[in-house]
């Protein structure tokens, strides 16, 4: 390299390394983004279902144990607990069939078929019976008035159109195996046939689906009015592959009721359409804080802790010194409100200890980015979980002021996690249409396994167009 001679190139040699300098100045902002959006990535390669909203489905097969969301009472030993009512097989008192086992001859030799037998003990064995379906034969027969000399014809009962049909059993019996137990409709031809030797084809099916649907649309408005005077409702929402599209099935439920519909839209679309209710609810609606649930004002909103814990967890596993204090709260917190169903002993030392971490955050996270003019700043994933507990603060602490409003929104995601499985066995659902009847036939269920009613005999009594046992 040659030197400088004069004062003159020392100036400009000078001024090239200030140019140079400069530039790199301007790239450190460049490089704090990209640095930033490395962790972020990094980020979302280490989530599983302890850190993140993932299904422990997506862990893999070589999945190291994780820690659930929260952690449960100690103390508990391994099975039953106490007062807990079990399902263990008990005697009746009038078995079908009775089968005596007597000594036929005594160790002497002498005969004892003439003896008086007395019962030592009983054993019982609950099996099937041999599947058969029943034939009930329907017949018009015709007389003739002595009096008047007119000739008279009975008439079929309206439940009988056809030559042949099948009764309402078996139709109970295919709602209930593609809904409840979610088969396909190829598997449950292929088990009645196998049951009771004869094919029920694809058409059968799918009209009772249709009907099922039609006779349940009053109890789904019955069931959308009694969900509206609810002081706590469950929402919650999840994909559906629909036409080959990509549908979402909605849910708003509580503890003895559930209602499902499904929509082309995630968000306001969905929540403004006629099939939703949220703009008229006034009690508290608990979610997993989607900010189109926020848009209404109308009612109280509370935060599923166990979606927060999680989102915190991931904060935590990249180093946050407030994530990990704030996770620490709100267990306490969630431990101080007899896990989740008091008030919190302590709620207002926890409100203050909630404002501190939330300021001491602010000095933590990066603040947002404006990397392109017009547009919303960038932030980091911690920045906008910040943000949302200081915009949304008595959303995320309702649970510990409130003795009614739970912890998690585990009650929605139960009633939504059916239609994942329905999916992965049976595939997609080929028409909009299906997809309604899914959702209204599998609320219809999922009320009344909450009510802890007969699946079977309450969809059964639907298409007898009995009563049905609700409580609503």
């Not at 009472?73 to 039953?80: E, L, N, R």
Request: glycine share 6%; net charge positive.
């Amino acid at each position: 390299m040659k030197l400088p001679t004069n004062i003159s190139e020392c100036h400009e040699i000078i001024l090239a390394q200030k140019a140079m300098i400069d530039q790199l100045l301007e790239l450190v902002p460049q490089v704090k983004v990209l640095q930033t959006k490395v962790a972020e990535l990094e980020g979302r390669l280490n989530q599983n279902s302890s850190n993140s909203h993932r299904p422990p489905s997506s862990d893999g097969l070589k999945k190291p144990p994780v820690k659930p969301a929260f952690p449960r009472k100690k103390g508990k030993k391994q099975g039953g607990q106490s007062g807990h009512k079990g399902k263990t097989l008990e005697l009746v008192a009038n078995p079908d069939h009775i089968i005596p086992h007597a000594p036929s001859v005594c160790s002497c030799g002498h005969d004892l078929s003439l003896e008086t037998k007395a019962t030592v003990e009983k054993r019982q064995v609950f099996d099937l019976p041999n599947p058969k379906l029943e034939v009930t034969e329907h017949e018009v027969q015709s007389c003739t008035c002595s009096k008047c000399g007119q000739l008279n014809v009975g008439a079929f009962p309206i439940e009988v159109p056809a030559r042949v049909q099948y009764g309402s059993g078996v139709r109970t019996l295919t709602v209930l195996l593609y809904n409840g137990m979610n088969l396909p409709y190829g598997k449950i031809r292929q088990l009645f046939t196998d049951l009771f030797g004869y094919e029920l084809n694809e058409s059968t099916q799918i009209n009772t689906q249709k009907r099922c649907f039609t006779k349940l649309e009053p109890i789904e408005l019955q069931t959308r009015q009694a969900l509206l005077t609810s002081l706590v409702n469950h929402y919650d929402e999840t994909g559906l592959r629909v036409a080959g599209k990509l549908h979402w099935l909605h849910a708003c439920s509580n503890e003895r009721l559930t209602y499902l519909f499904v929509h082309a839209k995630r968000g306001k679309d969905a929540l403004n359409s006629e099939y939703s209710d949220i703009a008229r609810y006034t009690g508290c609606a608990v979610h997993d804080r989607w900010r189109s649930y926020f848009l209404y004002q109308n009612c109280q909103h509370s935060d599923c802790g166990a979606h927060l814990l999680r989102d915190l967890q991931s904060l935590i596993d990249k180093g946050s010194n407030w994530a990990a204090q704030m996770h620490q709260l709100l267990m306490e917190a969630y431990q101080k409100s007899n896990y989740g169903k008091g008030i919190c002993s302590n709620l207002k030392t926890v409100q203050k200890k909630y404002d501190q971490i939330c300021r001491k955050a602010q000095k933590e996270e990066p603040p947002p980015v404006q990397r392109f003019p017009g547009k919303r700043p960038w932030r980091t994933k911690g920045r906008n979980l910040l943000e949302h507990f200081v915009d949304f603060k008595q959303a995320v602490l309702a649970f510990a002021e409130y003795e009614h409003i739970p912890f998690t929104n585990n009650l929605a995601e139960r009633d939504v996690r059916p239609a994942k499985t329905k999916q992965k066995v049976s595939g997609s659902f080929r028409t909009f249409t299906g997809a309604q009847q899914y959702a209204r036939i599998q609320a219809f269920i999922s009320t009344a396994r909450k009510q802890q009613l007969n699946v079977f005999k309450e969809l059964l009594a639907i298409f007898n167009g009995d009563p049905i046992s609700f409580s609503f």
